[in-house]
């Protein structure tokens, strides 16, 4: 299935312009305007967040079709096949109806309605292979992947030692049908392993006994025995997880008034800026949920054609505000340029 951007500017407003012959004068002036001024607002109401909780049966993953990302000494982080998720879209609950309608306008953005979680996005890829040279370990942190979609930056913050990891995107359906899965794949994993690592420490120490008692007994052929299912509510990794969907400024609300002293080491987002009529509540989300001596990690485009946002205004608009001090990580050279930089809250000596 292709995809592209596919958003509508408002075209009252386009038509004044051209009757007046502002037309020009104004598209010059939109382009110099401050992130504030955008006009592409959702065209929906703000979408209440709400906090999704894993099913403890893994059967669910049962006949789930997986692939797998390896990026240098990182450990493996498993998702859901998107091409086999598309085609059984009509299969799954949705009732925010945004698999259908994702297919039916050709289009990974419906502002307000769906923001892009169903796709793995570039700069997703661009994070993690920055935090890979950075050797972030994440070891005793709380961690926020904030716009998750299928959680592989977060899943990688559990992986590598995360104390709690929160998880938040627009969207129920994607916590639901993608990032909860994706975490429970990993998560099983995590849990096979173990016990693959203690069934085999078992057989080597029968073994040991055997020979040291001159029965060692020969091979009868037998197949393994299929790893058996346990139930994920048990699994410690997965007990480090919370999800959380809707609009940033609800979920804000809803983790201040479930721990108002809740502040998160590490925030993880890619590919959230694309749009400036978000930057006042993604600002202030950050700002209230970052620790005092906490990193945010922002991979993004340069530009989002057709939707308006990019890194240039969203600097523009930090460096305004005066909260945070932003730093370039990596800024790649190829086609459309893409960038992970660093959010760090100022000091009192920096401002």
Not at 331 to 349: S, W, Y
Request: net charge negative; charged share 30%.
């Amino acid at each position: 299935m292709s995809f592209c951007f596919n958003f509508d500017l408002p075209a009252q407003k386009a038509q004044a312009d051209e009757e007046d012959g502002t037309g020009e004068k104004n598209e010059e002036k939109s382009r110099a305007a401050l992130p504030t001024e955008n006009k592409m607002k959702p065209s929906e109401p703000v979408k209440e967040a709400t906090e999704h909780f894993p099913p403890s049966d893994p059967h669910v993953l049962m006949d789930a079709i997986s692939e797998t990302v390896t990026i240098g000494t990182l450990p493996p982080l498993h998702f859901l096949n998107e091409t086999v998720f598309e085609k059984t879209a009509s299969d799954r609950e949705d009732c925010e109806k945004i698999l259908s309608r994702t297919a039916e306008q050709r289009s990974d953005l419906i502002s307000g309605v769906y923001e892009g979680g169903l796709k793995v996005w570039e700069c997703t890829y661009d994070l993690l292979e920055v935090i890979e040279k950075d050797g972030e370990t994440f070891g005793g942190k709380t961690v926020l992947d904030l716009g998750c979609g299928a959680g592989l930056l977060g899943i990688l913050a559990l992986k590598r030692g995360a104390k709690q990891v929160h998880f938040q995107d627009y969207n129920s359906t994607v916590i639901e049908q993608l990032t909860v899965p994706n975490v429970m794949l990993n998560c099983q994993e995590d849990d096979e392993d173990s016990e693959d690592d203690k069934e085999g420490e078992k057989q080597r120490e029968d073994v040991f006994k055997k020979k040291a008692k001159g029965k060692e007994e020969e091979e009868d052929g037998n197949p393994p025995m299929k790893k058996r299912a346990t139930d994920l509510s048990q699994n410690l990794l997965l007990n480090r997880c919370q999800f959380f969907s809707g609009d940033w400024s609800t979920f804000l609300t809803l983790v201040l008034k479930k721990n108002p002293s809740l502040k998160y080491n590490i925030i993880l987002t890619s590919e959230t800026i694309y749009n400036t009529a978000y930057y006042p509540v993604l600002h202030e989300t950050l700002h209230q949920l970052l620790a005092p001596d906490g990193l945010i990690y922002l991979a993004t485009k340069s530009h989002y054609f057709g939707v308006g946002g990019g890194l240039h205004l969203f600097e523009t608009f930090v460096e305004e505000r005066g909260i945070f001090s932003l730093s370039h990580l990596w800024d790649g050279e190829e086609g459309l340029q893409r960038h992970v930089v660093v959010l760090r809250i100022k000091k009192p000596k920096d401002t």
